[in-house]
């Protein structure tokens, strides 16, 4: 028996070959449907503007809080190179003025009026945790580039970077031959404290009346009302509006500092 032939139902054009089109009219207005109107583009990019605005603060703020937070963690770390190093020294604090003088002790004139910088922490407190580091905080900009902020210290052998530090250590700013009140070299925190408060005694500074009221690490900063702080320095500092601290007691934590933008 033989099968009937399949037969098509005449063409209705609905149904066109790939690539096709007869009617050129109907295809021009059919990819200009599907295109996008110059007003339409300029919405979209509004939009985004609009949006880019509103992230960017945000995602700034996010930077330089993690900044803040990189930096203070450093400064905890120092702190228990300290303590590890008070342990193993019958409780007394490093005195390392041979290495401060050889990596260039340098007081300034204008600010900070000694050199706080803490290069000799690198090697002095190598068995115990390590020395101070490099704040994040203070970027690639003027404060990396004054040199009362960035001390190198060489490294074992030749063709090592060494290590490039920018903290300050204000109670070791100073290499004289006589340590002076305020100053820690070789002193337990107790007499280290006790000296202090005898310096600020007639001073006009209210002395602090215990370890955790003493900052001894800091990272850098140029208040804006002192006067010899150069002008491209003038309220600078590594984190806006304030510095991160590490006191005698080992505790660190933000402070916020009116004199700082």
Not at 93 to 98: A, S, V
Not at 202 to 207: D, M
């Amino acid at each position: 028996m033989k099968r009937a032939a399949l037969r098509l139902p005449p063409s209705t054009g609905l149904i066109r070959a790939p690539g096709r089109c007869p009617r050129g009219a109907e295809c021009r207005r059919g990819r200009a449907r599907s295109a996008f109107t110059l007003v339409e583009l300029l919405v979209v990019i509004a939009l985004v503007a609009a949006l880019a605005a509103l992230l960017l603060p945000a995602l700034a703020s996010a930077r330089a809080k993690s900044a803040r937070v990189a930096c203070l963690s450093q400064l905890h770390q120092l702190g228990l190179g300290f303590a590890l190093y008070l342990g193993d020294h019958q409780d007394r604090l490093p005195d390392r003025r041979d290495l401060k003088r050889s990596l260039g002790y340098r007081p300034w004139s204008d600010w900070p009026p000694s050199d706080p910088r803490a290069g000799w922490t690198v090697e002095a407190l190598a068995r115990a945790g390590g020395g101070a580091g490099w704040c994040p905080g203070i970027g690639n900009g003027a404060l990396a580039g004054a040199a009362q902020v960035v001390q190198r210290v060489p490294g074992p052998a030749d063709g090592h970077p060494g290590i490039r530090t920018g903290f300050w250590l204000w109670r070791f700013d100073r290499a004289d031959a006589e340590v002076a009140l305020d100053n820690f070299w070789n002193k337990s925190p107790d007499s280290a404290l006790a000296d202090l408060q005898a310096s600020l005694l007639n001073s006009g500074t209210p002395p602090p009346d215990g370890l955790s009221g003493v900052e001894m690490a800091v990272d850098p900063y140029f208040p804006r009302t002192i006067p010899t702080v150069a002008s491209s320095l003038a309220g600078r500092s590594a984190h806006r509006g304030g510095r991160n601290r590490l006191m005698l007691d080992g505790s660190a934590a933000w402070f916020r500092d009116a004199r700082l933008n």
